[in-house]
């Protein structure tokens, strides 16, 4: 695995979103907090309903956030091979990644990059080709997915909307918990109702609710009330 860079206060294409959502974000790592105090593994799938939530975007300012807080290593897995984004948010090439390892063109540990902030290491989901039909189901696929998060002691893993690839419900095995990212004023009630159902169905834990792009007087977090 290549070693991160010594760069850790690197400005990154990601962080000019980082003050809308910097509340919701601290809430997330008094999460963690307590992940953190087991001495575990603990790996968490950020996913949404639908497209167009913002999960990237929640996933990769999570992933930063914790590294700088914790000092600890963490894994960003960009399993959503249908709309990549995480390469261009972190400022590195978008491959080697998830679809290079599938057909045998790189290694798994080669794949693992370094990212400009020192301790987060990257598994993109790659370049040079639009992913096959159910991909993402592939033992070698989930394999490699939960492989990774065994070697770092935090993974973030963002999926694929959960209500559009039935694939992702796949990656529930190898998770911690699951952040349900929704958008205000677009998610439907139902929709996320039904994403939070195939989680529980699951036998795997909802951490919270990500109401993105709500706009408030208040002070927010994440929580679940609005959707029980």
């Known amino acids: 695995m290549i070693q991160p860079s010594n760069a850790s206060k690197a400005r990154l294409p990601v962080e000019q979103d980082l003050p809308s959502i910097r509340p919701v974000l601290h809430s997330l790592l008094a999460q963690f907090t307590q992940a953190a105090e087991t001495k575990k593994n603990h790996c968490v799938m950020f996913v949404s309903p639908e497209s167009g939530d913002g999960t990237t975007t929640i996933a990769t300012s999570a992933a930063l956030m914790l590294v700088r807080h914790f000092r600890q290593q963490v894994a960003l897995v960009e399993a959503n091979l249908y709309s990549p984004a995480m390469a261009a948010y972190l400022d590195i090439p978008p491959g080697p990644g998830l679809l290079e390892v599938s057909e045998g063109a790189v290694e798994a540990n080669d794949a693992v990059r370094n990212s400009k902030l020192h301790g987060l290491y990257v598994l993109t989901a790659g370049g040079g080709r639009a992913p096959h039909e159910g991909e993402l189901a592939s033992a070698e696929m989930r394999d490699l997915i939960a492989k990774v998060s065994r070697e770092h002691r935090f993974t973030i893993i963002d999926a694929p909307p959960l209500l559009e690839y039935p694939e992702t419900c796949l990656l529930l095995e190898h998770v911690d918990e699951v952040l349900?990212?929704?958008?205000?004023?677009?998610?439907?009630?139902?929709?996320?109702?039904?994403?939070?159902?195939?989680?529980?169905?699951?036998g795997v834990q909802v951490g919270g609710v990500f109401l993105n792009r709500y706009k408030s007087n208040m002070p927010f977090g994440i929580g679940r009330r609005q959707f029980d």
Do not use: P, Q
């Open 180 to 202: 349900l990212v929704v958008r205000a004023g677009s998610t439907y009630t139902k929709r996320a109702k039904a994403a939070i159902r195939i989680v529980e169905d699951a």
